[in-house]
Nanobody, 126 residues
Framework: QVQLVESAGGSVQAGGSLKLSCDASGNPQSWDYIAWFRQTPGSEREGIAAISTTNGLTTYADSVKGRFTISRDNAKNTAILQMTSLRPQDTAMYYC???????????????????WGQGTPVTVSS
């Protein structure tokens, strides 16, 4: 069992930055990969960034590549999403997810993740 808790969402003006945190607890074998997803009402949950907690490999969605950075602090069981150059289209509920097991690259599909946090909202205004 794994519990994930996101924090540090909030409101920011376009062009600004936010840093989201995901704190994990439980079985560390269940978070070989940690990912960030986002979702708006009426839309499917989309993966935006994922990281291997064992070797640090990352995967990014094209929509955030070059603006968002995912990192991990294994000693603290924490994954970070550093978001810069935020746009109004980045407004969404952001979720942290985790899974165990090997993959050829950190996956960005929600079906590949077993554990989910409760979400933290991000609002970007013009």
């Amino acid at each position: 069992q794994v519990q994930l808790v996101e924090s540090a969402g909030g409101s920011v003006q376009a062009g600004g930055s936010l840093k989201l945190s995901c704190d994990a607890s439980g079985n560390p074998q269940s978070w070989d990969y940690i990912a960030w997803f986002r979702q708006t009402p009426g839309s499917e949950r989309e993966g935006i960034a994922a990281i291997s907690t064992t070797n640090g490999l990352t995967t990014y969605a094209d929509s955030v590549k070059g603006r968002f950075t995912i990192s991990r602090d294994n000693a603290k069981n924490t994954a970070i999403l550093q978001m810069t150059s935020l746009r109004p289209q980045d407004t969404a509920m952001y979720y942290c997810a985790a899974r165990g097991g090997w993959a050829p690259r950190p996956p960005l599909l929600s079906r590949d993740y077993r554990y989910w946090g409760q979400g933290t909202p991000v609002t970007v205004s013009s």
